[in-house]
Nanobody
């Protein structure tokens, strides 16, 4: 089995930074892509960012470009989301994802349980 566990969420002041981690466990785990989604209260889950296996290709939703950076360490089976210049509208539950196409929910094979990020104004 495969399990994704997010960590690093919490309360942060607007303009601050948070680094989320997603650790994958399970000896059968293998994923060509990993990514992050988020869901704010009362809204649909949306794509945030994704990264290819090698780390050479990344994608971001327009609202976070220039502020968020996704990375991965395959030796540690871990993905990261560095979030800078945080805004109150970034407040959401952030979900780690792994699969063939992690820019779309349809391509996600595994989901983390989510971690709350709250940005105070």
């Amino acid at each position: 089995q495969v399990q994704l566990v997010e960590s690093g969420g919490g309360l942060v002041q607007a303009g601050g930074s948070v680094r989320l981690s997603c650790a994958a466990s399970g000896r059968t785990f293998s994923s060509p892509g990993m990514g992050w989604f988020r869901q704010a209260g009362g809204k649909e889950r949306e794509f945030v960012g994704a990264i290819s296996w090698s780390g050479g290709v990344t994608y971001y939703v327009d609202s976070v470009k220039g502020r968020f950076t996704i990375s991965r360490d395959n030796a540690k089976n871990t993905a990261y989301l560095q979030m800078n210049s945080l805004k109150p509208e970034d407040t959401a539950v952030y979900f780690c994802a792994a699969g063939t196409i992690t820019t779309q929910e349809r391509g996600v094979d595994y989901w983390g349980q989510g971690t709350q990020v709250t940005v105070s104004s």
